[in-house]
T-cell receptor, first 110, second 115 residues
């Protein structure tokens, strides 16, 4: 069975500091991984997907199959990055149901 | 707003009661997903519909049922409610199966409180 683990419930940093939100997964197939974000009073929305290899709002995430990780990183955190971040894994094989982690609350202090 | 809409936003009811949560997907989206988020839990997948047909089932209790109507809106019915059913229920939609892009579009959620 697939599983997504986000070990930190809360991550607190100061503005300008680097940030890394951890995500580990277990899945027997070839994973597709995503990061979703929920800002205060907004809907949960897609931030980035590993297959696109893109940088969104300064965030990047690299899929490390050896370590089964997909950590989200940003070199210099901004206050507006404060939000709830969810890592998600998309299963293949016909069902295509995203499995979400518990989420990490990122607080960036001024 | 052509995004996913969920009603009601908040609902307070008593144990043993039955409630219906409603979801209208984005215009043109055929897939609807229901997720439950309890305290300290991630989003737990409940059920998915695609173009009116049940497509996949997660950890959905037998007391819960859902359907998707011809106009593509969906309803999640929760019956014989227990205190532990108190949670935020999210609906999400996607144009087809999520595998095509992996992106789901979420509603704001319906917060259910069972007293």
């Amino acid at each position: 069975a697939q599983r997504v683990t986000q070990p930190e419930k809360l991550l607190s940093v100061f503005k300008g500091a680097p940030v890394e939100l951890k995500c580990n997964y277990s899945y027997s197939g070839s994973p597709e991984l995503f990061w979703y974000v929920q800002y205060s009073r907004q809907r949960l929305q897609l931030l980035l997907r590993h297959i696109s290899r893109e940088s969104i709002k300064g965030f990047t995430a690299d899929l490390n199959k050896g370590e089964t990780s997909f950590h989200l990183k940003k070199p210099f955190a901004q206050e507006e990055d404060s939000a709830m971040y969810y890592c998600a894994l998309l299963s293949s094989g016909g069902s295509y149901i995203p499995t979400f982690g518990r989420g990490t609350s990122l607080i960036v202090h001024p | 707003d052509s995004g996913v809409t969920q009603t009601p936003k908040h609902l307070i009811t008593a144990t043993g009661q039955r409630v219906t949560l409603r979801c209208s997907p984005r215009s043109g989206d055929l897939s609807v997903y229901w997720y439950q988020q309890s305290l300290d839990q991630g989003l737990q997948f409940l059920i998915q519909y695609y173009n009116g047909e049940e497509r996949a089932k997660g950890n959905i209790l037998e007391r819960f049922s859902a359907q998707q109507f011809p106009d593509l809106h969906s309803e999640l019915n929760l019956s014989s409610l227990e205190l532990g059913d108190s949670a935020l229920y999210f609906c999400a939609s996607s144009p087809g199966l999520a595998g095509s892009t992996g992106e789901l579009f979420f509603g704001e959620g319906s917060r259910l409180t069972v007293l």
